[in-house]
C-alpha cells in the first residue's frame, strides 16, 4: 500500500482533529485515500480512518455484509483486535448496511458513564454522500451561529443518536465518510435541527 503511515496519516489526523472541533465543516482527505490500493470492502477512506485511530490498545466492530473480509483487512494494518458492537471502541459501520442497521448499531454501542465518559464508542459511517446542503442545521460548541449539511443516510439514526447524547457527557461521536472521501465530524455535543425538529 502506497499510504505512508507516518506522514500520510498525520496529515489525516491534522484533517480530522479539525473537522471535529468544527462540527459541520467537511474536509476532502483524496489525497491520502488515493494512496490505498487494497480491496477491502469499504471505502478506501475509512482504511485511512481505521489505520489513523487503531492500535492494539483499542477494539473495533465491522457492521457490513463484507464483515469477515474487511475485518481481517483492518486487523492485519492495525493489529487491533475485533469485538462485540456493545464493547468495541470504534464501529465501523460500511455502506452495504441494512437501512436502518445505524439505528440498531446506535442503540447498542457502549456510551461511557459520568465516571468515564470517554469509554464511549466512535462510529464511523460510510454514507452514499455528504455535502454542504440544507437537510441538516447543526449547532453547539465549535459552530459560530449553524452549519448546514446533507447527509444520505436512511433511518432513524438521529432521534437513536439524540437518545444516546441526551446525558452529557456521556454519549458516541460520529464520523461519516462518502465514495469521494469526503469527511463530516458530529461530535456527542453537536445539535441536530431536521426540518424544523430538534434531534
Not at 469499504?42 to 473480509?69: H, I, N, Q
Not at 456493545?86 to 459501520?93: G, K
Not at 448496511?97 to 465516571?115: C, F, N
Not at 452514499?128 to 437537510?135: E, K, Q, Y
Request: with cysteine; proline share 3%.
Amino acid at each position: 500500500m502506497k499510504l505512508d503511515f507516518i506522514h500520510d496519516i498525520q496529515r489525516a489526523y491534522r484533517k480530522v482533529v479539525d473537522s471535529m472541533s468544527r462540527p459541520g465543516l467537511i474536509t476532502n482527505l483524496k489525497d491520502e485515500a488515493a494512496k490505498v490500493d487494497l480491496e477491502a470492502g469499504c471505502f478506501p477512506l475509512t482504511l485511512v480512518l481505521a489505520a489513523m485511530l487503531l492500535d492494539t490498545e483499542v477494539t473495533f466492530k465491522v457492521v457490513s455484509e463484507k464483515e469477515e473480509e474487511t475485518t481481517r483487512w483492518i486487523n492485519q494494518l492495525t493489529y487491533a483486535k475485533a469485538d462485540a458492537a456493545e464493547r468495541a471502541d470504534f464501529v465501523f459501520v460500511l455502506y452495504d448496511k441494512a437501512e436502518d442497521e445505524l439505528g440498531q448499531i446506535l442503540q447498542r454501542v457502549k456510551t461511557g458513564s459520568l465516571i468515564d465518559p470517554h469509554d464511549s464508542a466512535t462510529i464511523i459511517v460510510e454514507a452514499d454522500a455528504v455535502t454542504d446542503g440544507c437537510d441538516f442545521k447543526l449547532t453547539g460548541p465549535g459552530i459560530e451561529e449553524a452549519n448546514y449539511v446533507n447527509v444520505s443516510v436512511n433511518g432513524n439514526w438521529m432521534e437513536v443518536r439524540q437518545q444516546q447524547n441526551a446525558e452529557f457527557p456521556m454519549g458516541v461521536d460520529l464520523i461519516f465518510v462518502d465514495k469521494n472521501h469526503n469527511l463530516l465530524c458530529l461530535p456527542r455535543t453537536t445539535q441536530i435541527l431536521s426540518e424544523g425538529r430538534k434531534l
